[in-house]
């Protein structure tokens, strides 16, 4: 049994022959080719474009060709019957690797999302806070970030770099009620 892909490569091929267009001598090159490389491709190919179009005429054959029961054997009907059930099984069959695809992509991106969030989470935490009193009586909170802890986080993504504003908000709440409550 010749793949699929190489049936649907081997029925556009013999499109753009039948097409005429400019490509069509090499067209009919690669046709050729694959002939040689897949016995039978030809045959299969035929049925399956038949199933798929209904055609019985191809434009190589001068006249059109009388419908099947009158002048084609039960073999030739009974492949193009199986060629016709193969494709409208393949059209119905789930694509599972699409399906995988689709899964292992929001795998991935959830992924991403975890990591992101724990990633800030750490930025967040390697933020110093310092609380103090000033001469002058008032209350001083700092946050001290390492020079290089500034460079990176400058490269993470937006929410990335909301969350850890949001997480700094937090520690820098807590540091205020810290200094506020001493005596």
Same mark, same amino acid.
């Given at each position: 049994?010749?793949?699929?892909?190489?049936?649907? #490569?081997?029925?556009? +091929? !013999?499109?753009?022959?039948?097409?005429?267009?400019?490509?069509?001598?090499?067209?009919? #090159? +690669?046709?050729?080719?694959?002939?040689? #490389? =897949?016995?039978?491709?030809?045959?299969?190919?035929? /049925?399956?474009?038949?199933?798929?179009?209904?055609?019985?005429?191809?434009?190589?054959?001068?006249? =059109?060709?009388?419908?099947?029961?009158?002048?084609?054997? @039960?073999?030739? +009907? $009974? #492949?193009?019957?199986?060629?016709?059930?193969? $494709?409208?099984?393949?059209?119905?069959?789930?694509? !599972?690797?699409? +399906?995988?695809?689709? &899964?292992?992509? @929001?795998?991935?991106? =959830? &992924?991403?999302? %975890?990591?992101?969030?724990?990633?800030?989470?750490?930025?967040?935490?390697?933020?110093?806070?310092?609380?103090?009193?000033?001469?002058?009586?008032?209350?001083?909170?700092?946050?001290?970030?390492?020079?290089?802890?500034?460079?990176?986080?400058?490269?993470? /993504?937006? %929410?990335?770099?909301?969350?850890?504003?949001?997480?700094?908000?937090?520690?820098?709440?807590?540091?205020?009620?810290?200094?506020?409550?001493?005596?």
């Amino acid at each position: 049994m010749i793949p699929e892909h190489i049936l649907d #490569k081997y029925i556009k +091929v !013999w499109n753009l022959v039948d097409s005429n267009a400019p490509e069509s001598p090499a067209a009919r #090159k +690669v046709m050729q080719t694959m002939e040689k #490389k =897949y016995p039978g491709i030809r045959e299969q190919a035929q /049925a399956l474009r038949s199933a798929m179009d209904g055609e019985y005429y191809r434009k190589e054959d001068t006249q =059109y060709r009388a419908p099947e029961s009158e002048t084609r054997d @039960w073999d030739e +009907v $009974w #492949k193009e019957q199986q060629a016709r059930r193969e $494709w409208e099984a393949r059209q119905q069959r789930t694509d !599972w690797r699409k +399906v995988a695809a689709s &899964a292992f992509g @929001w795998a991935a991106s =959830y &992924a991403h999302q %975890a990591f992101g969030v724990m990633e800030a989470q750490n930025l967040a935490e390697r933020v110093k806070i310092e609380g103090r009193n000033n001469a002058s009586g008032s209350l001083s909170i700092i946050a001290r970030f390492d020079p290089n802890l500034a460079n990176y986080a400058s490269l993470l /993504a937006p %929410a990335q770099k909301e969350m850890i504003a949001d997480m700094i908000a937090v520690k820098m709440r807590e540091e205020i009620i810290f200094q506020l409550s001493r005596p």
